[in-house]
């Protein structure tokens, strides 16, 4: 069993929609990260969070480290938002990933 | 030029063959990292250094080697190829603060098929 979870696997969106995108996990962490992987394989760092709320643009990143869960949120999407978003969790100096989910938004 | 560059960005070779997979990277990182994606499973660590004289093995590690030649320089090795690691391979390196987590950067990625 992945020792971190994120649902859901698929979401499909309608242009403008609201988006939340889940991240569950077992054990304690000291940094978790967001991550977005586009069709061409390239991945990128939206977020690196420990603590609180982040917020970049139309992304916003929470974690509760008590409930072991993180969501991240995309307001008003777009159909560039598509890509895989990957849930990161870090422990013990390594990161341990989600499998992902894939999100794709209909104009 | 990218922080993090990956070479080839496609390799087709055979079984038996011994292919090097190379990461270069400009962001000054001590930490460098090569992982693996296989379709429905999330990315998986197969070898890690901290720094130059310091290699360790990650959760997938048999079948592989690493060189690291020089801070900015990480090499990935399968020995001899199978079809199995057929996947796409990602170097990735970070900041040695805070225990490594921050400012991680992946490479573009090598799709490697082993035929």
């Known amino acids: 069993k992945n020792e971190v979870e994120q649902s859901p696997q698929n979401l499909t969106a309608q242009e403008g929609e609201f988006i939340t995108i889940n991240c569950s996990y077992s054990?304690?962490?000291?940094?978790l990260h967001w991550l977005q992987q586009h069709p061409g394989g390239g991945i990128v760092s939206l977020f690196m969070?420990?603590?609180g709320k982040k917020k970049h643009g139309r992304l916003i990143a929470t974690i509760n480290i008590q409930e072991k869960h993180s969501s991240l949120h995309i307001t008003a999407s777009h159909p560039r938002d598509s890509a895989v978003y990957i849930c990161?969790?870090?422990?013990?100096?390594?990161?341990?990933f989600g499998t992902g989910t894939s999100l794709t938004v209909i104009p | 030029d990218a922080d993090v560059t990956q070479t080839p960005r496609n390799r087709i070779t055979k079984t038996g063959k011994r292919i090097m997979l190379e990461c270069s990277q400009t962001?000054?990182?001590?930490?460098m990292y090569w992982y693996r994606q296989d379709p429905g499973l999330g990315l998986r660590l197969i070898y890690y250094?901290?720094?130059?004289?310091?290699?360790n093995k990650g959760e997938i590690s048999d079948g592989y080697s690493v060189s690291r030649q020089a801070q900015a320089k990480f090499s990935l090795s399968l020995e001899s190829a199978i079809p199995n690691q057929t996947a796409l391979y990602f170097c990735?390196?970070?900041?040695?603060?805070?225990?490594?987590?921050?400012?991680?950067?992946f490479g573009s990625g090598t799709r490697l098929t082993v035929v």
């Open positions: 962001k000054g990182h001590d930490r």
């Open positions: 990161a969790v870090g422990r013990s100096n390594q990161f341990y």
């Open positions: 990735a390196t970070s900041d040695d603060r805070t225990g490594g987590y921050y400012g991680y950067t």
């Open positions: 250094s901290f720094d130059v004289k310091d290699i």
């Open positions: 054990v304690g962490i000291s940094a």
């Open positions: 969070l420990s603590s």
